[in-house]
């Protein structure tokens, strides 16, 4: 036989040598799932010698760890598992404690659950590490390991979350796999190969320092984005990213969660990813309007509370709030990547919460600008009792309220926007693109076509409006009309349903049109604030009651030029 042997080693080209000691391999050797996979009739193969030339590779045909000390099998539940179902179980996984009489470890199997349960020693406990295999078999890793082949998914708990356990009188560490859990959440996102993973110590454990890492392997989230997502196993299922990182690497997901629940990957359908020179030309104009709105911004805010306060109309102080809102947008958008950067859950959703609601604080003050030029040609608000207090009641409040609804949802978190050559960028805002999408373009789809209708009425009555028949004063007065067009048009925020044509070969050109308009929206506001306030006391106790005709107010309130 050893004769046989050395004549196999002298052959030349590549071939397998079966060895029935580890020793000869060293200890060097790393589990390789295609190669095993390779020898049908491996058996209960430990390792294999691939021999190129005099080139020697040694792998390792077994898993890594130990196979826990007992198996249990319970009574298995109807399929799929349903939410509160998964939720009783975890809360019953002690009393299986009992059942495992010595031992410290044991595979528990119910149904098509699969899982594990190890005893938390009270002295000193370790972290625990383990390994689900595609076979459903759970094994024991080693502390830190770095060896996690041939596991599709690996759990690592560290000595922090146990002895936090112990002292508050948790006995075990549990992990279970629900491989098919009912969902009818109704949201656009799914639940990554529809698995979710359960982890009970028998104590409240949060707020660690050292994460609990949950590594998915062999992930292909090609079209999607993907999020680590938690449930507290309370009610129907309601995903949220607090307290968990989502990190991808190589073709695999380690969520990183400071506390214990169920756990799952969510994916989210998401668009074709923008070219890199797309994006960095949007920011660097996004980042410059943005700097020159807030500088306009900020100057036009400082003449009105220090010069032209006393002085000033309805109409002004409705512009005036825009101003704010606008500015808090700017101002939002500009450091939230900063913020995002930052890691840190709670201040991210601040900053998405801030920066939503300034967004639609600002919608709002748009359909605000439209109402008031609507009551003002109609000559209604001398009529209205404490008609500015409604109006910013309802400029402020209303997104508020959407706000809060969304804070009590936990909708708020971190987003990764993907770039073609292969880096991203964070962002924080709302991870689930059907309240993004339903909420944000329904919201301003509303308060367009209010705001459009209203526009539509107006330019209609400047453009019939007929001033005095003199020669000198025809070029003037087109000049007046298409300012004051141009006006109304960044006044009420048509310029935002530019983000309707993203879509197809106009999505491109829309990014353009719509980062260009509105990035420097603030600029071109005050200019038209500067011109419309330089107006006579005539006119401005006309503004004040409502009570100018038809064509003074289009033209002495809304005009953005100046005589």
Request: glycine letters at 8%; one cysteine or more; a positive charge.
């Given at each position: 036989?050893?004769?046989?042997?050395?004549?196999?080693?002298?052959?030349?080209?590549?071939?397998?040598?079966?060895?029935?000691?580890?020793?000869?391999?060293?200890?060097?050797?790393t589990?390789?799932?295609?190669?095993?996979?390779e020898?049908?009739?491996?058996?209960?193969?430990?390792?294999?010698?691939?021999?190129?030339?005099?080139?020697?590779?040694?792998?390792?045909?077994?898993?890594?760890?130990?196979?826990?000390?007992?198996?249990?099998t319970?009574?298995?539940?109807?399929?799929?598992?349903?939410?509160?179902?998964?939720?009783?179980?975890?809360?019953?996984?002690?009393?299986?404690?009992?059942?495992?009489?010595?031992?410290?470890?044991?595979?528990?199997?119910?149904?098509?659950?699969?899982?594990?349960?190890?005893?938390l020693?009270?002295?000193?406990?370790?972290?625990?590490?383990?390994?689900?295999?595609?076979?459903?078999?759970?094994?024991?890793?080693?502390?830190?390991?770095?060896?996690?082949?041939?596991?599709?998914?690996?759990i690592?708990?560290?000595?922090?979350?146990?002895?936090?356990a112990v002292?508050?009188?948790?006995?075990?560490?549990?992990?279970l796999?629900?491989?098919?859990?009912?969902?009818?959440?109704?949201?656009?996102?799914?639940?990554?190969?529809?698995?979710?993973?359960g982890?009970?110590?028998?104590?409240?454990?949060?707020?660690?320092?050292?994460?609990?890492?949950?590594?998915?392997?062999?992930?292909?989230?090609?079209?999607?984005?993907?999020?680590?997502?938690?449930?507290?196993g309370?009610?129907?299922?309601?995903?949220?990213?607090?307290?968990?990182?989502?990190?991808?690497v190589?073709g695999?997901?380690?969520?990183?969660?400071t506390?214990?629940?169920?756990?799952?990957?969510?994916?989210?359908?998401?668009?074709?990813?923008?070219?890199a020179?797309?994006?960095?030309?949007?920011?660097?104009?996004?980042?410059?309007?943005?700097?020159?709105?807030?500088?306009?911004?900020?100057?036009?805010?400082f003449?009105?509370?220090?010069?032209?306060?006393?002085?000033?109309?309805?109409?002004?102080?409705?512009?005036?709030?825009?101003f704010?809102?606008?500015?808090?947008?700017?101002?939002?958008?500009?450091?939230?990547?900063?913020?995002a950067?930052?890691?840190?859950?709670?201040?991210?959703?601040?900053?998405?919460?801030?920066?939503?609601?300034?967004m639609?604080?600002?919608?709002?003050?748009?359909?605000?600008?439209?109402l008031?030029?609507?009551?003002?040609?109609?000559?209604?608000?001398?009529?209205?009792?404490?008609?500015?207090y409604?109006?910013?009641?309802?400029?402020?409040?209303?997104?508020?309220?959407?706000?809060?609804?969304?804070?009590?949802?936990?909708?708020?978190?971190?987003?990764?926007i993907?770039?073609?050559?292969?880096?991203?960028?964070?962002?924080?805002?709302?991870?689930d693109?059907?309240?993004?999408?339903?909420?944000?373009?329904?919201?301003?789809?509303?308060?367009?076509?209010?705001?459009?209708?209203?526009?539509?009425i107006?330019?209609m009555?400047?453009?019939?409006?007929k001033?005095k028949?003199?020669?000198?004063q025809?070029?003037s007065?087109?000049k007046?009309?298409f300012?004051?067009?141009l006006?109304?048009?960044?006044l009420?925020?048509?310029?935002?349903?530019?983000?309707?044509?993203?879509?197809?070969?106009?999505?491109?050109?829309s990014f353009?049109?719509?980062?260009?308009l509105?990035?420097?929206?603030?600029?071109?506001?005050?200019?038209?604030?500067?011109?419309?306030?330089?107006?006579?006391?005539?006119?401005?106790?006309g503004?004040?009651?409502?009570?100018?005709?038809t064509?003074?107010?289009?033209?002495n309130?809304?005009t953005?030029?100046?005589?």
């Amino acid at each position: 036989g050893l004769i046989l042997h050395l004549l196999d080693c002298l052959k030349t080209g590549e071939g397998n040598i079966r060895l029935s000691q580890d020793g000869l391999c060293g200890q060097n050797t790393t589990y390789d799932e295609t190669t095993c996979k390779e020898l049908t009739n491996a058996g209960d193969l430990s390792h294999v010698i691939k021999l190129d030339g005099r080139k020697k590779t040694c792998v390792c045909c077994k898993l890594p760890g130990s196979k826990p000390e007992v198996s249990l099998t319970l009574n298995a539940m109807d399929a799929p598992v349903k939410p509160q179902e998964a939720t009783n179980v975890m809360k019953k996984l002690g009393s299986v404690l009992t059942m495992m009489g010595n031992s410290s470890t044991a595979a528990v199997k119910i149904g098509n659950i699969t899982g594990v349960v190890a005893k938390l020693p009270q002295l000193n406990p370790p972290s625990l590490n383990f390994g689900f295999a595609g076979t459903g078999d759970v094994n024991i890793l080693e502390e830190q390991t770095t060896q996690v082949g041939g596991f599709f998914r690996t759990i690592q708990i560290p000595k922090e979350a146990t002895e936090m356990a112990v002292k508050k009188n948790g006995l075990y560490a549990g992990v279970l796999l629900f491989p098919n859990l009912s969902q009818k959440d109704g949201s656009s996102s799914s639940i990554f190969n529809n698995e979710i993973l359960g982890i009970e110590m028998g104590a409240e454990i949060s707020n660690l320092s050292d994460t609990i890492d949950i590594r998915y392997s062999s992930m292909n989230t090609s079209g999607f984005s993907a999020v680590c997502s938690s449930w507290n196993g309370k009610g129907s299922p309601n995903w949220t990213t607090d307290g968990c990182q989502t990190v991808e690497v190589n073709g695999s997901i380690t969520c990183q969660c400071t506390h214990l629940t169920f756990f799952a990957i969510l994916m989210s359908p998401t668009p074709t990813n923008i070219s890199a020179t797309v994006y960095k030309t949007l920011t660097k104009i996004t980042e410059a309007g943005c700097g020159v709105s807030m500088f306009f911004l900020g100057a036009g805010l400082f003449m009105h509370f220090l010069i032209r306060k006393t002085k000033s109309s309805n109409a002004t102080t409705i512009l005036i709030n825009l101003f704010i809102a606008l500015f808090a947008l700017n101002f939002c958008f500009l450091i939230n990547k900063t913020i995002a950067d930052l890691k840190n859950d709670s201040g991210c959703v601040a900053m998405a919460a801030f920066l939503h609601y300034s967004m639609l604080a600002t919608f709002t003050w748009f359909s605000m600008q439209a109402l008031h030029l609507y009551i003002s040609l109609r000559k209604l608000s001398a009529n209205t009792k404490h008609y500015i207090y409604k109006i910013c009641i309802t400029g402020w409040v209303t997104p508020a309220v959407v706000i809060i609804a969304l804070l009590a949802a936990k909708k708020y978190g971190n987003i990764v926007i993907q770039v073609d050559d292969g880096t991203s960028e964070n962002m924080c805002w709302i991870p689930d693109s059907s309240v993004h999408v339903g909420l944000n373009v329904g919201y301003y789809a509303i308060v367009f076509l209010f705001t459009f209708s209203i526009f539509s009425i107006t330019v209609m009555q400047i453009l019939h409006f007929k001033s005095k028949p003199v020669q000198d004063q025809e070029i003037s007065a087109s000049k007046t009309k298409f300012l004051s067009i141009l006006g109304l048009f960044f006044l009420l925020g048509i310029s935002w349903a530019f983000a309707f044509f993203s879509y197809g070969p106009l999505l491109i050109p829309s990014f353009y049109i719509f980062t260009i308009l509105n990035s420097f929206q603030g600029f071109l506001l005050f200019i038209y604030y500067y011109h419309s306030t330089k107006i006579t006391p005539e006119a401005n106790s006309g503004s004040r009651t409502g009570s100018s005709s038809t064509p003074t107010v289009a033209e002495n309130i809304y005009t953005a030029s100046s005589k």
